[in-house]
């Protein structure tokens, strides 16, 4: 099945900074790779996703990379800002027999210093 | 229009007892999906549910079910529980079955003692 490894596990940067999560995945029949943002207590939410056939994707501060070739795609996060700081899950979706599944890594502890 | 809603929020049972846990999709959305969110790890699939059948299950045991109603609603059941099988319980909502963006509820928090 789909393995997903995510790194680093925690991430402090300076307000203002750039902030990079990498993820990797196993199963090259994956071809939807989504982001996630949960904050403490709360329910994850979509940032931004990005499909097999687009190599990047950028919406404001956030941008997403993709390498069909090496299984690998990131997360650039520019200007950060202390509301930026969350868990960060990045994820892929593989086929499960008539349906799909999201794959999770083991997320990224963002922390956006003053 | 609602997000995803489950209920309940909070749920302390105690070892050995059952459980259900329920979740309505967006409306309009056809497939659920649950996933359970250990503290300090990212979600684990579970079960996808599409048009009231079964698409997908996870590495879970057999104490672990669901079920998807005409309305498209879903029920979890955990049955014998562990104290490994404290958790969040996510529902996760999609417009079908391909690889659409995955909408999630507020989430399920399961305590067992």
């Known amino acids: 099945g789909e393995n997903v490894e995510q790194h680093p596990s925690t991430l402090s940067v300076q307000e203002g900074d750039s902030a990079v999560i990498k993820c990797t995945y196993s199963?090259?029949?994956?071809?939807?790779f989504p982001w996630y943002k949960q904050e403490l207590g709360k329910r994850p939410q979509l940032i931004i996703d990005?499909?097999?056939?687009?190599g990047e994707k950028k919406d404001q501060r956030i941008a997403v990379t993709l390498n069909k070739t090496a299984k690998h795609f990131s997360l650039h996060i520019t200007e950060t800002q202390p509301e930026d700081s969350a868990v960060y899950f990045c994820?892929?979706?593989?086929?499960?027999?008539?349906?799909?599944?999201?794959?999770f890594g083991t997320g990224t502890q963002l922390k956006v210093e003053l | 229009d609602a997000g995803v809603t489950q209920s309940p929020t909070h749920l302390i049972k105690t070892r050995g007892q059952h459980v259900t846990l329920r979740c309505s999709p967006i409306?309009?959305?056809?497939?659920v999906s649950w996933y359970q969110q250990v503290l300090g790890q990212g979600p684990q699939f579970i079960f996808q549910?599409?048009?009231?059948?079964?698409?997908g299950r996870g590495n879970f045991p057999d104490r672990f079910s669901a079920r998807q109603f005409p309305n498209y609603s879903s029920e979890l059941n955990v049955n014998a529980l562990l104290l490994g099988d404290s958790a969040l319980y996510l529902c996760?909502?999609?417009?079908?079955?391909?690889?659409?963006?995955?909408?999630f509820g507020q989430g399920t928090r399961l305590t067992v003692v």
């Open positions: 996760a909502s999609r417009l079908g079955v391909g690889n659409t963006e995955a909408f």
């Open positions: 199963d090259s029949a994956s071809n939807y």
């Open positions: 990005i499909r097999s056939n687009v």
């Open positions: 994820a892929a979706s593989s086929l499960t027999g008539g349906g799909n599944k999201l794959t």
């Open positions: 409306s309009g959305h056809k497939s």
């Open positions: 549910y599409y048009e009231k059948e079964e698409r």
